[in-house]
């Protein structure tokens, strides 16, 4: 009898610390005008990636983070609070980026984020800032030619990224690996715990290049639209995202960027995500 | 051959040491908040006060039952629902002080157990109050004899800080990744550089407990 | 939270039935190993001794994660090709035979050296001393400490998921970011894992209660 009543009150504990967890919504946040704070601190906060070359990586000479999306981040809080005004970097993986946005440790994500229907249900998207698409990374030699080919093999992919979800579409038959980040990712692929590499194509092409035994195949297969991630209600702080979207590509800083990290990727043809 | 002399050149070094270091100061601050809470809870714990006994020491089960990695994403993803919301590195010393208080709290108690019951007996019957046998006569028995399962406990967390990654919080592991991340042939080079960093720390604590616990014994 | 838990449920299922099995092999053969090594450690001859103590050195302080990435990444590279669970699991062995070890030879020192001088005077060789005096004696005294290497060994087995070893954070980290739910996922795991160890780590506590 007392072991019983022993093991209920340990339950009732853990439900309890359950509850406390769970219980309170946040729904303060929904409620802040994030531009209307961002405009009185003159910072916007962007989640970045730290280990995607080309796009986030932070710079081991200096600790910063660097690369095209960074410097589109830059760009557009430039255009949105004016010329003293700054941005401010947190690192997110694909796994964390949607809870940190939601929790508002973040006020907006530029982080090889596709804009899907899922992801729409919980955040929202500015206009897509860059045209990616799925493509698949092989050991050069390989029987596998496209994705169709996977088919009863193994693929690996990333944690919280949507191309390991797409990959499933096109291959349903395939296993699939999730492994933490893409270095990792690529290094399982060489030793064998896979028979291709999924992602968007410019990360892959980013591989290829420090690593002349692998080669990218097939077509892109999807079309990823980046987009800048956003808490939903923030309408005012969407509205002034996609201006200066806009304004960054009128004035051709887009494509001065665009040339400065995609210029000369070999297998990856910038000309394509240029805009006008 | 190539890969590793390139992934040691000075400036990758210098940026898993400033890994390191935060790694330290993570484990540092947290191993003294943790020893502090720790010991209240340990005493209350083993006290028998009705109910808060009891209380503290479910909540104690339940979390050292945990993996610590549930602890950090609690602390990084859930606590923002309560309106605070800390950096990477306060939410990776707040997760490693909730989760190495509760393992503290267990050491303490079962320490305070292994003093002699008559002791405390024995200074109650001399007029000493609980508190002042505790403190005079129990306890510095009690850590004494704790000594090397306190450093084993600090050695785990020090390794333990790695798993702090998952949020990214810039420690030895993630500026591993970091490095790797310029070209991912450095990984393996890189994963045998932290291993030898993890290593000359953690075993030059333990020879530390070592010396202190020849020297007390 | 209950329609996370139904709908995802068979996922679920196959994590904790991965960590189960996964921490169940690495005990056994943790307990194997790490034995073997804390006989190592107490050999008259003193090379075996060092053998012993360098083996549980190097693996005592190495964070487990960096192991078991060794042998994700690095074996199947140049050995053989082993998967993410088996190396999982084959990383969880060796960091918790060192921590056998350690309380494993902790026991055998505090049987009373005499019987062991004893066993040895009537004839027995250091080997039948050991199995049929001293490690039973031994392993009497490391059961509570044994069973709380099992907790640590249940929960260190998240490390699979850096892996892709199929365990239960791994299906965890895999639910979360297709429903975005990400608090009450974590929490749903968490629940799983003290199925596991709550009921071993009061287990524990009873023996050490009665033991003492």
New interface residues.
């Given amino acids: 009898m007392k072991k019983k009543l022993k093991y209920l009150s340990l339950l009732i504990t853990s439900l309890l610390l359950v509850l406390t967890l769970t219980g309170c919504g946040s729904q303060s946040l929904s409620s802040q005008n994030v531009l209307e704070n961002d405009k009185k601190s003159k910072t916007i906060t962007w989640g970045v990636k730290a280990d995607t070359k080309l796009l986030g990586l932070v710079d081991v000479k200096d600790g910063k983070e660097k690369g095209f999306e960074v410097d589109l981040a830059k760009a557009l809080t430039k255009k949105m609070l004016g010329k003293d005004a700054t941005a401010k970097f947190v690192t997110v993986t694909s796994q964390s980026r949607i809870p940190l946005l939601k929790n508002g440790n973040i006020d907006a994500i530029i982080a090889t984020m596709t804009i899907t229907p899922e992801r729409k249900k919980t955040i929202d998207f500015a206009n897509p800032y860059f045209d990616a698409g799925q493509s698949i990374l092989v050991k050069k030699g390989s029987s596998v030619k496209k994705v169709q080919d996977l088919n009863g093999k193994t693929i690996i992919g990333v944690v919280g990224s949507n191309s390991v979800q797409n990959v499933k579409k096109f291959a349903p038959k395939a296993q699939v690996l999730q492994l933490p980040d893409y270095a990792q990712a690529l290094t399982a692929l060489k030793s064998g715990q896979g028979d291709a590499l999924t992602t968007d194509n410019v990360i892959l092409a980013g591989m290829a290049v420090s690593n002349p035994g692998y080669e990218l195949t097939g077509k892109a297969f999807t079309t990823e639209p980046y987009g800048i991630g956003i808490n939903k209600g923030q309408k005012d702080f969407k509205k002034a995202v996609n201006k200066a979207l806009k304004e960054v590509q009128a004035d051709g800083t887009y494509n001065k960027l665009i040339m400065k990290w995609f210029g000369d990727v070999p297998g990856f043809n910038y000309k394509e995500v240029l805009r006008k | 051959m190539q890969n590793w002399i390139d992934a040691y050149s000075w400036?990758?070094i210098?940026?898993l040491l400033?890994g390191l270091w935060i790694t330290i100061l993570i484990s540092v601050i947290s191993v003294i908040l943790s020893f502090i809470i720790g010991s209240v809870l340990g005493i209350i714990r083993y006290a028998k006060i009705p109910y808060l006994s009891?209380?503290i020491g479910?909540?104690i089960?339940?979390i050292?039952?945990?993996?610590?990695?549930?602890i950090i994403?609690?602390t990084?993803?859930?606590l923002?629902?309560?309106?605070f919301?800390p950096d990477?590195i306060p939410a990776a010393i707040l997760a490693m002080t909730v989760f190495e208080s509760t393992m503290i709290a267990e050491i303490i108690r079962s320490g305070i157990?292994a003093v002699d019951i008559g002791q405390m007996e024995a200074s109650r019957a001399m007029g000493m109050k609980l508190s002042q046998a505790m403190w005079h006569v129990v306890l510095p028995q009690a850590y004494k004899k704790m000594i090397p399962a306190l450093v084993s406990q600090f050695?785990s967390l020090i390794?333990?800080t790695?798993?702090a990654t998952?949020?990214?919080v810039?420690e030895l592991?993630?500026?591993g990744?970091?490095?790797?991340?310029?070209?991912?042939?450095y990984?393996?080079p890189v994963?045998v550089a932290?291993?030898v960093m993890?290593?000359v720390v953690?075993?030059a604590l333990?020879l530390l407990s070592k010396v202190i616990d020849r020297r007390m014994a | 939270m209950i329609k996370l838990l139904t709908d995802n449920w068979s996922a679920f299922i196959s994590g904790f039935g991965w960590t189960l099995l996964s921490s169940v092999l690495a005990l056994f053969f943790s307990l194997i190993i790490g034995s073997l090594f804390a006989i190592l450690e107490v050999m008259p001859s003193k090379v075996v001794r060092v053998i012993g103590n360098v083996y549980v050195e190097i693996f005592r302080n190495i964070p487990l994660l960096v192991i078991t990435m060794f042998f994700y990444l690095v074996i199947p590279l140049y050995v053989v090709k082993i998967n993410g669970f088996t190396a999982g699991t084959i990383g969880l062995t060796i960091y918790t035979s060192a921590f056998i070890a350690e309380t494993v030879r902790a026991g055998i020192n505090s049987v009373d050296s005499g019987q062991m001088e004893a066993a040895r005077a009537q004839g027995m060789t250091f080997w039948q001393a050991m199995k049929n005096v001293v490690l039973p004696q031994a392993f009497k005294l490391v059961i509570p400490p044994l069973g709380n290497q099992f907790v640590n060994l249940v929960k260190n087995s998240s490390v699979l998921a850096f892996v892709a070893g199929f365990d239960l954070m791994y299906q965890g980290n895999a639910i979360a970011s297709q429903t975005f739910d990400t608090v009450n996922t974590y929490v749903v795991v968490g629940l799983f894992y003290l199925v596991i160890t709550l009921p071993i780590s009061y287990y524990m506590q009873h023996l050490e209660r009665k033991l003492a």
């Fill in positions: 400036i990758n210098r940026f400033q009891r209380i479910y909540i089960d339940v050292r039952n945990l993996p610590l990695l549930l994403f609690f990084y993803f859930g923002p629902a309560f309106g919301k990477t157990l050695i390794k333990d790695s798993l998952i949020i990214v810039p592991m993630q500026h990744q970091v490095v790797y991340g310029q070209d991912p042939n990984i393996i994963f932290m291993a993890y290593f953690c075993y333990s």
